[in-house]
Structure formats: C-alpha cells, structure tokens
C-alpha cells in the first residue's frame, strides 16, 4: 500500500501497527509474500537479504534497493581487478571489441553488489546497517523495510563480533549490535512511518498438526536478547501452509500456543494470503477478513 500520497496524520496511523514480526517455518512463504507484492509497492521497498538467497526476478528497478550479507569484500575486489586488467588489455587491442559490454556490465554490477552489501570482516559494518535503515527512514522515495531474516540477521551478528572482537567483548558487540539494528528498526516507523516487516523462522511443523503445537519464542544467540525479541514488535503474525496448501497469515491475541499479537478491533486474523499488502490493507481498514478471505471493505 503506496503511502506517498498520503497526508502525515494518515501515515502515522497506516503504520501504527508496525514494527511487525512475521514468523513461519522454512518454506512458509514469507519471502514470496515480498515478491508478491505489486510493482509499484515494490519499487518503494528496501530488502536486507540476510538469508542470501535469491528474492524477486533480478531487475535493478523491482525493490527501491536490495542489501545482503558477506563474509569479506576481498574477493569482489579481486574479481573487480581482474575483470577490469582484461578490459583494458582488449579495449587497447581493439577499442569496439565484442567482448568490452559484457566486461564493463560485470565490473558495474560487482560494484554495485559491494556497495549494497555488508562484510563480517568490516569493523563498521553495524554502523553501516544501521545508516542504511536512518536514511531510508527520512527518504521519501521509500515506504517500506523488510529484515529477511532475523535468523540469518543473529548470525551475521555473531560472526561479525567473533571476527572484530576477542574474549568477553564478543558476546558484549554481538548483543550491541543486535539491538542497535532492532531499535533503527523501530525507529524508521516512529520517525519515519514506514511499514517494518521483520522475518523470523520457528521450527518445522507439519500441516495437521500446527493448529495444536506450541510455538517457541524466536530463538537468539546469547543471553542478551534471549526470550525478549518479541518485546519490539507491536504486531506479530503468523505465516503457514494449510492441509490444503493455502497459504495464510494468522493472528489472535487469545491463542495461547504462540505469541502472536494484534491491535485490530477484535483481536483475531486468519485469511489467505496473496502478498505483504494484505496486512497494510486489513490495518488500513480497506479491507476485511471475510470467512478466511480478504476482500474490500463495503463503505
């Protein structure tokens, strides 16, 4: 749902919903659920991959901006030297030679890639993510932040404190940093009114059985954010696959068998869904939950 066109008082209460935390197993559709979106929602969305895994068609105008996880910028840099040696070397051996688009696209898309990655080897790579999430909070090109995932965003965490700390002062950058990224987080909705989707995985459930198994808490490494994660979301929703392979989103302040949590007037959600803006619409009051459906509100 485009908030662009509309007023402040408008955006605050579109948004008043989030930070929201979206939790489902592997393969519960949470990430097709960004692809899904429309074209135009897209283009005003920022993904941080941490998963690094493929999301959406590869275009460089589908997501406003699309930011992953690396080990090192070593070997971008060699493979950006290499490439950039051998166009040289053909651009003076024939200065049109057929070979020279293809080169200098790769060099560019290498250091684009750099450019919207962070490395576990870089010192200031937490104060970069967070930078990232401060300027899209005041950009008006940008309505939405999606973490994909929190899971993959915990052990980027670790390892980026392993690599820059030693002894004590790991876990002590490992728990500063995982909080730094969750409290921009919040902020780009408080400060910015922007939709804020966090993913999280829970482990594998099999369709019979999901509606009576418990559901634990979102796992973290350390004691620092143990048992608490759920505490920064004003929203928190359930991803699953039914017997009957609909994909839904599910929500009730009742249920005592996870820690799902919603501020819609009755306090319960349960629909199939298409992509993320079947929440920005229900939250919205555009739509509504119809015997499992969402369909447009009657005025």
């Known amino acids: ?11 605050k209460q579109y948004t008043s919903h ?63 030297g290499i490439l950039t040696a051998k166009g040289k070397d053909l651009a003076a051996e024939d200065p049109k030679h057929p070979a020279l688009p293809r080169l200098r696209a790769q060099v560019k898309e290498l250091k684009k890639l750099k450019a919207q990655s962070f490395f576990i080897d870089d010192m200031e790579a937490i104060d970069k993510v967070v930078n990232v999430i401060l300027d899209l909070t005041f950009n008006p090109d940008v309505d939405r932040l999606v973490t994909d995932t929190l899971t993959a965003m915990t052990d980027f965490c670790e390892a980026w404190a392993n690599h820059n700390f030693d002894g004590r002062e790991v876990w002590a950058n490992y728990g500063v940093a995982h909080q730094r990224i969750l409290q921009a987080i919040k902020e780009a909705t408080i400060f910015g009114y922007k939709y804020t989707y966090v993913m999280a995985h829970h482990d594998f459930i099999p369709a019979a059985q999901y509606a009576t198994t418990p559901k634990q808490v979102v796992k973290v490494k350390g004691g620092i954010m143990s048992g608490n994660v759920e505490a920064h979301y004003n929203t928190i929703v359930f991803a699953h696959v039914t017997e009957d392979a609909k994909r839904v989103f599910e929500c009730d302040n009742d249920n005592s068998l996870d820690t799902s949590r919603t501020k819609t007037v009755n306090g319960r959600f349960s629909f199939e869904r298409s992509s993320l803006d079947d929440l920005e619409q229900l939250f919205a009051g555009t739509k509504q939950v119809v015997a499992g459906e969402l369909v447009p509100k009657e005025s």
């Open 18 to 80: 989030f930070p929201l935390l979206l939790v489902g197993s592997n393969s519960s559709g949470k990430s097709f659920a960004v692809e899904a979106m429309d074209p135009a929602d897209k283009a005003r969305t920022v993904v941080l991959n941490w998963d690094l895994k493929p999301i959406g068609d590869g275009s460089e105008t589908e997501f406003h901006s699309l930011y992953q996880a690396a080990s090192t910028s070593e070997n971008l840099d060699k493979q950006i």
């Open 1 to 11: 749902m485009n908030l662009s066109e509309l007023s402040i008082t408008q955006a």
